[in-house]
């Protein structure tokens, strides 16, 4: 005979299997899925590209044309290569503000716990008047 803890570990563990089971499962669905649809959209690009090459052969000709898909791509993915450099300056950046914040909170904190260890009644008053000022205000006009 079981004992209470051990069939409610039996089931807690029978729950968790199932659930990482079915995780799982639907990661492979979803990873399987994704390679298809990946896979497809790289034929779909690539018959896109010969095609427009054609179109721009027929005009152009077929040297121009293709120097001219060149640069056009050439372009794009400086276009997109300058967007992410921006991109990520700007999390730099926000990243540098957070530390600051962090470092600034942290010193408060250590300052907060010095005074309320030397003296209490003074840290907790003074908490009470922040709390009071710093509450969120109600933004209905009654």
Do not use: W
Request: proline content about 2%; glycine content about 6%.
């Amino acid at each position: 005979m079981l004992s209470l803890g051990a069939i409610l570990i039996q089931n807690l563990v029978t729950r968790v299997t199932d659930r990482v089971d079915e995780t799982m499962d639907i990661a492979k669905r979803n990873a399987i899925a994704g390679l298809v649809i990946g896979l497809l959209l790289i034929t779909a690009y690539v018959f896109g590209l010969v095609a427009t090459a054609i179109l721009l052969s027929e005009h152009y000709g077929t040297v121009p044309a293709l120097f001219g898909l060149a640069g056009g791509f050439l372009l794009f993915a400086l276009l997109i290569l300058a967007v992410v450099a921006m991109r990520n300056k700007r999390e730099r950046e926000l990243r540098l503000i957070r530390r600051q914040q962090l470092a600034v909170r942290r010193d408060l904190m250590a300052a907060a716990a010095t005074v309320a260890v030397k003296k209490p009644f003074a840290a907790t008053a003074v908490a009470l008047a922040l709390g009071f000022l710093l509450a969120p205000k109600s933004r209905r006009d009654d």
